[in-house]
T-cell receptor
Framework: NAGVTQTPKFQVLKTGQSMTLQCAQD?????MSWYRQDPGMGLRLIHY???????DQGEVPNGYNVSRSTTEDFPLRLLSAAPSQTSVYFC????????????FGEGSRLTVL | GENVEQHPSTLSVQEGDSAVIKCTYS??????FPWYKQELGKGPQLIID?????GEKKDQRIAVTLNKTAKHFSLHITETQPEDSAVYFC???????????FGEGTQLTVNP
């Protein structure tokens, strides 16, 4: 099984550019989420979705957009990249919305110059 | 919202020794406490979890304890091995919400 697949693994952007981080899961999970990981700050929730057509903001949503048109896909969009968005981004999914193990992708390292 | 603090940020032990990582949480309504292990270049992976109706849970060399009164929980790894070297994250969540709040992470190094 592929599990949670993130693309790209590495990306370098210039300030002001836009891009989309892709996330797909093949486990029929209801819940999907995006985290960013920064040194000394753990994993912080950006946006999450409890099902197709439903999204909500997490802890640090500013500068990011998401959509959930299908159960499988949950892309994260940066409309105008800023150096503060330099980070490692993880997509995670789980079967249930209130309990259950989170399955993480392998991460996408983004550098904004 | 929930706030989870994790200590220490780095921990170095000799192979065969025990390692303990501690976390405190702020919201007394939290009742699910997982621990994740992140190996270099990989995403975090669940290694053990505990719910608030249980005080301790063991799985081979790892165990988690929970003190609801004091609002803290700990990860214990016995007989550490070099492959235990990784970043460990604690987390907390309420039943009524779907948001999982993570601690800052602990870099564990097991020296051969």
């Amino acid at each position: 099984n592929a599990g949670v697949t993130q693309t790209p693994k590495f990306q370098v952007l210039k300030t002001g550019q836009s891009m989309t981080l892709q996330c797909a899961q093949d486990m029929n999970h209801e819940y999907m989420s995006w985290y960013r990981q920064d040194p000394g700050m753990g994993l912080r929730l950006i946006h999450y979705s409890v099902g197709a057509g439903i999204t909500d903001q997490g802890e640090v949503p500013n500068g990011y957009n998401v959509s959930r048109s299908t159960t499988e896909d949950f892309p994260l969009r940066l409309l105008s990249a800023a150096p503060s968005q330099t980070s490692v981004y993880f997509c995670a999914s789980s079967y249930g919305t209130k309990t259950g193990e989170l399955f993480f992708g392998e991460g996408s390292r983004l550098t904004v110059l | 919202g929930e706030n989870v603090e994790q200590h220490p940020s780095t921990l170095s032990v000799q192979e065969g020794d025990s390692a303990v990582i501690k976390c405190t949480y702020s919201d007394s309504a939290s009742n699910y406490f997982p621990w994740y292990k992140q190996e270099l270049g990989k995403g975090p992976q669940l290694i053990i979890d505990i719910r608030s109706n249980v005080g301790e849970k063991k799985d081979q060399r790892i165990a988690v304890t929970l003190n609801k009164t004091a609002k803290h929980f700990s990860l214990h790894i016995t007989e550490t091995q070099p492959e235990d070297s990784a970043v460990y994250f604690c987390a907390a969540r309420k039943t009524s919400g779907s948001r999982l709040t993570f601690g800052e992470g602990t870099q564990l190094t097991v020296n051969p």
